[in-house]
């Protein structure tokens, strides 16, 4: 089955650093989201992108956030200046949006720690 | 308001026993899609199952099936048979329209399932 990957597993950062998360979504995907996991709790949403624009961001993605698809094949989150709150679990995930079944595959996370 | 709860923190069931993880789901949205996540200690999100709300039957996926009671909004996932590989972290999940004519995917806080031996 294709898989979307993400780059690094794990990342360990300064708070007050950057960081880029990679994703590289299944290539025949239109839609493409970031969400993230606190301490293995609620999937929260971030942001969704399509046609190379964000279709929605949630509440949690602000002006520290923001999202590229550089490539076409590369999908990336950025963290301007992290905060120890970023500390999570960030999954990348894309859907095709089939009419019958829009099911979304995940990545398998980037560990994000902040210290 | 939520629009995915999961009121079942943590639940146990035998090996080899049948266990129900709730769900209900809160939209106005005519069309909307409801689906079943697993995930393992190891992190992963492996998807488990898919109802359309549009679907006359239940959907079923080897030894999971969704009970799905529209006028209840509910979409319990029923384990058959379970087994310890199952024990995990189960997430419910809505898929609905949003805003800007994109889907948008919202999860419930999870149910934690232990099978014992």
């Known amino acids: 089955e294709p898989e979307v990957t993400q780059t690094p597993s794990h990342q360990v950062t300064q708070m007050g650093q950057e960081v880029i998360l990679r994703c590289v979504p299944i290539?025949?995907?239109?839609?493409f989201y970031w969400y993230r996991q606190i301490l293995g709790q609620k999937v929260e949403f971030l942001v969704s992108?399509?046609?190379?624009?964000?279709?929605?961001k949630s509440e949690i993605f602000d002006d520290q956030f923001s999202v590229e698809r550089p490539d076409g094949s590369n999908f990336t989150l950025k963290i301007r200046s992290t905060k120890l709150e970023d500390s999570a679990m960030y999954f990348c995930?894309?859907?095709?949006?089939?009419?019958?079944?829009?099911?979304?595959?995940f990545g398998s996370g980037t560990q994000l720690s902040v210290l | 308001a939520q629009k995915i709860t999961q009121t079942q923190p943590g639940m146990f069931v035998q090996e080899k026993e049948a266990v129900t993880l709730d769900c209900t789901y809160d939209?106005?949205?005519?069309?909307?899609?409801l689906f079943w996540y697993k995930q393992p200690s190891s992190g992963e999100m492996i998807f488990l199952i898919y109802q359309g709300s549009y679907d006359q039957q239940n959907a079923t996926e080897g030894r999971y099936s969704l009970n799905f009671q529209k006028a209840r909004k509910s979409a319990n996932l029923v384990i058959s048979a379970s087994q310890l590989g199952d024990s995990a972290m189960y997430f419910c999940?809505?898929?609905?329209?949003?805003?800007?004519?994109?889907?948008?995917?919202?999860f419930g806080t999870g149910t934690r399932l232990k099978v014992l031996a």
């Open positions: 999940a809505m898929r609905e329209g949003g805003t800007s004519g994109t889907y948008k995917y919202i």
């Open positions: 290539s025949n995907h239109l839609y």
């Open positions: 939209t106005s949205d005519p069309s909307y899609g």
């Open positions: 992108f399509y046609n190379n624009e964000i279709s929605e």
């Open positions: 995930a894309s859907s095709a949006r089939q009419p019958t079944n829009e099911k979304l595959f």
